[in-house]
């Protein structure tokens, strides 16, 4: 499965490796502030275009780099409704910690899972090159993980069914 979706993450890597040259840059309206524009959009020259990468139309990131800030958005596979149950609870159990998580932000961007937030402070006292190793490493655990709990509970239902369809067989003997 990793060598499918190697492409997918190599594209995302290049991506985050172009996009990740931030610098500082104070506000322009007001004075003292460095707020990352992502967010501020006050001015149009300052946001670079968003960038869509798309492994299927489940699966997929949106880079949108700045002068300042980059967020990185992801769409977690989600095939069925236990995929797409899984998925939101952990995401939200994650989401709920962010203060743990440097870069990660409460809430996602709208019609996506998760997202970070990654300024210039944040290359500055970090390597680029980490800070993209955790991102993929990031979406690779993701995927793995909600994947570990989807055979954990179907095993876990064939289980229970199977020792509650014994107990009517028992009964006719």
């Known amino acids: 499965m ?3 979706k190697q492409p997918y993450l190599d594209a995302i890597r ?3 490796n172009a996009a990740l ?5 104070p506000s322009q309206q007001v004075e003292r502030h460095n707020k990352p524009e992502i967010f501020f959009r006050g001015d149009k020259e300052l946001i670079l275009n968003p960038i869509k990468i798309c492994r299927n139309e489940r699966e997929r990131c949106l880079i949108e780099p700045s002068i300042n800030s980059l967020r990185f958005s992801v769409k977690i596979k989600q095939m069925d409704e236990l995929d797409t149950v899984l ?5 939200r159990f ?3 910690r962010a203060e743990n998580f440097v870069v990660l932000q409460r809430k996602p961007q709208d019609d996506y899972d998760i ?16 800070v993209i190793d955790f991102l993929i490493q990031f ?3 993701v995927d793995a993980q909600v994947s570990h709990y989807k055979i954990s509970i179907n095993a876990r239902a064939r289980a229970v069914a199977r020792e509650y369809l014994l107990e009517f067989v028992e009964e006719r003997d």
């Open 2 to 4: 990793a060598n499918a």
């Open 14 to 16: 290049a991506t985050l």
């Open 21 to 25: 040259c931030l610098q500082n840059f």
């Open 87 to 91: 998925t939101g609870k952990f995401t």
């Open 94 to 96: 994650l989401m709920m």
């Open 115 to 130: 997202s970070f937030l990654i300024t210039n402070e944040h290359t500055d006292v970090m390597w680029k090159h980490k």
């Open 139 to 141: 979406m690779e655990d």
